[in-house]
């Protein structure tokens, strides 16, 4: 049985995670009352149950709700029903421009402005994205990307493995990504945005790899770096995390992070591991 509850902020594309569930054969159900998430589960979770894949979708409806959702959360861990949440998270920027767009009004905001509501829902939603398994920024997704992500990591296959590693390039003058597990800054490397014929492309050109690699401090800080991450990802298997996310880091994020990302995502991939790659801000400028 596969149980996925699917939360997170309001505006973070959970309607459109519980679609892509739903196209990948998941019995989904939005807005179940949490009174009732333990019945549910129970129904699920009998011998007899035809459905072997559950998605359960709860967003915020104020204290009252998010107290009784921890209750049955916590029924479910004692009574043994495991299950596996995902979070959605996005910037307060991107979900304001989302309330904007579709001129609706936040479900915490009916007597105050929008900002404040995201305000006092993050806040309440905290101790939840603390015990997610997987935690997905949406910020800079569209959803077809969102939902070749949450493709990835709940696939079914022979070869799936319950850890899904995302290598995500970016650059540092435009944010940390949030949901970085793991960050490694990579502006110590030769910089293409400085060779005039180099600056309009991006890590994904040949060139432009070439020449971030062309030193004897790249190839040894890559291969100290592979054998870091690889040392480390059997061990976050062996604990059981479901999602690392690994942040790489320039200046702009159209050259360096890009490379080395690449170079990761091949290497791990050629490994066997369930890997995505992401270049958050190689497009712009």
Same mark, same amino acid.
């Given at each position: 049985m596969k149980f996925v509850?699917?939360?997170?902020?309001?505006?973070?594309?959970?309607?459109e995670a519980?679609?892509?569930?739903?196209?990948?054969?998941?019995?989904?159900?939005? +807005? @179940?009352?949490?009174?009732?998430?333990?019945?549910?589960?129970?129904?699920?979770?009998?011998?007899?149950?035809?459905?072997?894949?559950?998605?359960?979708?709860?967003d915020i409806r104020g204290r009252k709700f998010f107290e009784a959702l921890h209750?049955?959360?916590?029924y479910l861990r004692n009574a043994n029903y495991k299950y596996e949440m995902m979070y959605l998270d996005c910037s307060d920027n991107v979900l304001l421009r989302r309330y904007k767009m579709t001129r609706r009004n936040h479900p915490l905001a009916n007597n105050t402005q929008i900002p404040e509501g995201i305000k006092m829902e993050r806040k309440i939603m905290e101790p939840l994205k603390e015990i997610s398994d997987c935690i997905i920024d949406t910020s800079n997704m569209k959803p077809k990307d969102l939902k070749e992500e949450i493709s990835k990591i709940y696939s079914d296959g022979?070869?799936?493995? +319950? @850890?899904?590693i995302s290598v995500v390039s970016f650059g540092f003058k435009h944010g940390i990504p949030a949901d970085c597990d793991l960050v490694f800054d990579v502006r110590f490397l030769p910089n293409p945005y400085y060779v005039e014929e180099l600056r309009p492309k991006t890590g994904d050109d040949k060139e432009v790899r070439e020449y971030v690699?062309?030193?004897?401090?790249?190839?040894?800080?890559?291969?100290?770096?592979l054998d870091m991450i690889n040392f480390l990802v059997p061990q976050y298997i062996e604990e059981g995390k479901h999602h690392l996310v690994i942040g790489i880091g320039c200046t702009g994020g159209r050259h360096r992070s890009v490379t080395i990302s690449n170079m990761i995502y091949d290497d791990l991939s050629s490994k066997g591991y369930r890997v995505v790659k992401k270049h958050r801000d190689s497009m712009l400028r």
């Amino acid at each position: 049985m596969k149980f996925v509850i699917v939360t997170g902020l309001s505006g973070s594309g959970k309607s459109e995670a519980m679609r892509a569930l739903e196209d990948m054969g998941f019995y989904c159900v939005d +807005n @179940l009352p949490p009174a009732l998430i333990t019945k549910f589960a129970e129904l699920c979770y009998q011998p007899n149950s035809s459905i072997d894949k559950v998605a359960l979708g709860i967003d915020i409806r104020g204290r009252k709700f998010f107290e009784a959702l921890h209750e049955s959360l916590n029924y479910l861990r004692n009574a043994n029903y495991k299950y596996e949440m995902m979070y959605l998270d996005c910037s307060d920027n991107v979900l304001l421009r989302r309330y904007k767009m579709t001129r609706r009004n936040h479900p915490l905001a009916n007597n105050t402005q929008i900002p404040e509501g995201i305000k006092m829902e993050r806040k309440i939603m905290e101790p939840l994205k603390e015990i997610s398994d997987c935690i997905i920024d949406t910020s800079n997704m569209k959803p077809k990307d969102l939902k070749e992500e949450i493709s990835k990591i709940y696939s079914d296959g022979e070869n799936n493995q +319950n @850890l899904t590693i995302s290598v995500v390039s970016f650059g540092f003058k435009h944010g940390i990504p949030a949901d970085c597990d793991l960050v490694f800054d990579v502006r110590f490397l030769p910089n293409p945005y400085y060779v005039e014929e180099l600056r309009p492309k991006t890590g994904d050109d040949k060139e432009v790899r070439e020449y971030v690699m062309d030193s004897k401090i790249s190839e040894e800080f890559y291969e100290k770096l592979l054998d870091m991450i690889n040392f480390l990802v059997p061990q976050y298997i062996e604990e059981g995390k479901h999602h690392l996310v690994i942040g790489i880091g320039c200046t702009g994020g159209r050259h360096r992070s890009v490379t080395i990302s690449n170079m990761i995502y091949d290497d791990l991939s050629s490994k066997g591991y369930r890997v995505v790659k992401k270049h958050r801000d190689s497009m712009l400028r």
